[in-house]
């Protein structure tokens, strides 16, 4: 068994890295539509999708996301998201194999069908159960309420990376009745349905062992990090320790 430490940063990477070998991500890029919804995790995603796919492209992750969490000190309006959303590019839209750039999933929603993929971040993991949650400020659900009617109407499949820092104790579902009930303030939360990856699935998947997060924490650029476990053959383990070593100085990310 080896331990090693992953930073959020490297998480990210981590879980980008696995996703653009995902066998329903490969499919789709050939043949139908992929929506990556902006978020920070899913900016490392398109980043990887568009390398390891050789799609043409001048992606950014500068500014691809439409709200952050950011500490006190950081000038954000009284919903967490920052002040200036002006450069904001969009989410990244790809069919058949084309980026459509500039477009939102609010532009193509309706058209997606059985097969067609959108990835979507999350704020609330519940590693016991497998589920997300996501925060919601706007008063029609934002993107995901916009993303719904295909998930479910239409059974696009939805993908949510989310790195385990995200990590929360208790019922979502629970939690959301809370923060949803009539004279409740601040976020709403929205338990979602559709396949969690976490950094622990793509080390399972990349390796074939068995991963376990065991501590958590760090100081000084290591806050919000995870202590993971591998067992298994000592060629899975030396493939771990490889994988780890290509992301572990990942920067910290960085609001550019």
Request: net charge neutral; aromatic share 6%.
């Amino acid at each position: 068994m080896k331990q090693f430490l992953i930073t959020p940063a490297a998480g990210k990477r981590l879980i980008a890295k696995t996703l653009s070998n995902h066998p329903a991500i490969k499919r789709v890029l050939k043949n139908g539509t992929l929506v990556i919804v902006a978020g920070t995790t899913n900016g490392y995603v398109a980043e990887e999708i568009f390398r390891c796919n050789n799609i043409s492209n001048d992606f950014s992750r500068d500014r691809f996301f439409r709200g952050v969490t950011l500490p006190p000190t950081q000038s954000v309006t009284d919903e967490g998201r920052i002040v200036d959303e002006s450069k904001f590019p969009g989410d990244v839209v790809i069919t058949d194999g084309v980026w459509q750039k500039g477009k939102t999933i609010g532009d193509v929603v309706d058209s997606l069908k059985e097969d067609d993929v959108i990835l979507k971040g999350a704020n609330a993991l519940d590693l016991t159960r497998k589920q997300a949650g996501i925060l919601v400020g706007h008063p029609k659900a934002g993107t995901i309420g916009l993303a719904l009617p295909a998930i479910v109407g239409r059974r696009v499949k939805l993908i949510i990376p989310i790195g385990i820092e995200k990590r929360i104790i208790g019922d979502l579902s629970l939690l959301a009745e809370k923060l949803n009930a009539p004279g409740a303030s601040g976020y709403r939360l929205l338990p979602v349905v559709g396949e969690v990856f976490t950094e622990v699935d793509a080390l399972t998947a990349l390796t074939g062992a068995e991963v376990d997060l065991i501590a958590a924490g760090g100081v000084c650029g290591a806050e919000g990090s995870c202590w993971i476990a591998v067992t298994g053959t000592e060629e899975q383990e030396a493939f771990a320790a490889e994988i780890i070593a290509s992301i572990n100085c990942e920067p910290a990310f960085s609001l550019r």
